[in-house]
Nanobody, 128 residues
Framework: QVRFVESGGGLVQAGGALRLSCLGAGITLNDYAIAWFRQAPGGEREGVSCVSASDSSTYYADSVKGRFTISRDNAKHTVYLQMNSLKPEDTAVYYC?????????????????????WGQGTQVTVSS
């Protein structure tokens, strides 16, 4: 059974940093593109970043480009999202997800409806 567990969220002041982790189980993580999404209260689930399986090419939303870095450690079955220079508008629940038909990230924002397997999410709160 495919399962993801996110961790690393918390409360941080604006300008601070957090590193989120996405641990995969029941899946060979390096065979699939893994995406990070976020959802703010009352908002839609937004594709933030993605890392491809084969060449580890990446995608970043314009809102996080230059501040967030996605990486993967296949030996640890984990994908990370390093978030620097955090802003209050980054406040959301962050989720990792996989589409088992996709090895490469899209060139546009990942769409939540295309992803089959999700973690439970981790809350990130950035205070001003």
């Amino acid at each position: 059974q495919v399962r993801f567990v996110e961790s690393g969220g918390g409360l941080v002041q604006a300008g601070g940093a957090l590193r989120l982790s996405c641990l995969g189980a029941g899946i060979t993580l390096n065979d699939y593109a893994i995406a990070w999404f976020r959802q703010a209260p009352g908002g839609e689930r937004e594709g933030v970043s993605c890392v491809s399986a084969s060449d580890s090419s990446t995608y970043y939303a314009d809102s996080v480009k230059g501040r967030f870095t996605i990486s993967r450690d296949n030996a640890k079955h984990t994908v990370y999202l390093q978030m620097n220079s955090l802003k209050p508008e980054d406040t959301a629940v962050y989720y990792c997800a996989a589409n088992l038909m996709r090895r490469r990230c899209p060139t546009v924002a990942p769409r939540a409806y295309e992803y089959d397997y999700w973690g439970q999410g981790t809350q990130v709160t950035v205070s001003s």
